[in-house]
T-cell receptor
């Protein structure tokens, strides 16, 4: 993932619309990917994960898509709600590191307009 | 089930002072991690542990030390705090590298 310094990319959506948050990763050896939601003043909260042998996984109102060819991950949130407003991070881990440490992307701020 | 608990939640240190951040997990996880998060950025790994009595360096280990004397606890130490260590520190634990759970963070300011 890339660091974007002090200015996070921001996605502003209307309540009820669908949101798509994108993430590019660089390590072709990464085999496990996770999306986290972080609200102000809190720690990251697990949303959904996907292994590299899959290209799509669905949860409740969320879908993660993985395109290994272009090393791209996306998080789709259906019927976005004000409570979805937060910073979203993708994280990856390659299968060959002993501690399965996560490498985080720089994050995207989602703002939901009522 | 408390998950991952970090203490303290806030701290202000003077340059050169030392302190220890405590992380405790009650999920019997083998792996534990310390990350730091600077404004507008993702988390960067400081140190991690794959089991009791083991520690290893992460991406940004300089200026920090860690210890894992008990499986449930992972301590992060700053021997001589510097303003560059002003950050929010997050502890996490996982079961075999899956199912990461994060604590709520410690906000540290070094003046």
């Amino acid at each position: 993932g890339e660091s974007v310094g002090l200015h996070l990319p921001t996605l502003s959506v209307q309540e009820g619309d669908n949101s798509i948050i994108n993430c590019a990763y660089s390590n072709s050896a990464s085999d496990y990917f996770i999306w986290y939601k972080q609200e102000s003043g809190k720690g990251p909260q697990f949303i959904i994960d996907i292994r590299s042998n899959m290209d799509k996984r669905q949860g409740q109102r969320v879908t993660v898509l993985l395109n290994k060819t272009v090393k791209h991950l996306s998080l789709q949130i259906a019927a976005t709600q004000p409570g979805d407003s937060a910073v979203y991070f993708c994280a990856e881990t390659p299968g060959d590191n002993a501690g399965n440490m996560l490498t985080f992307g720089g994050g995207t701020r989602l703002m939901v307009k009522p | 089930n408390a998950g991952v608990t970090q203490t303290p939640k806030f701290r202000v240190l003077k340059t050169g002072q030392s302190m220890t951040l405590l992380c405790a997990q009650d999920m019997n996880h083998e792996y534990m991690y310390w990350y730091r998060q600077d404004p507008g950025m993702g988390l960067r790994l400081i140190h991690y542990s794959v089991g009791e009595g083991t520690t290893a360096k992460g991406e940004v280990p300089d200026g920090y030390n860690v210890s894992r004397l008990k499986k449930q606890n992972f301590l992060l130490g700053l021997e001589s705090a510097a303003p560059s260590q002003t950050s929010v520190y997050f502890c996490a634990s996982s079961f075999g590298g899956r199912g990461y759970t994060f604590g709520s963070g410690t906000r540290l300011t070094v003046v």
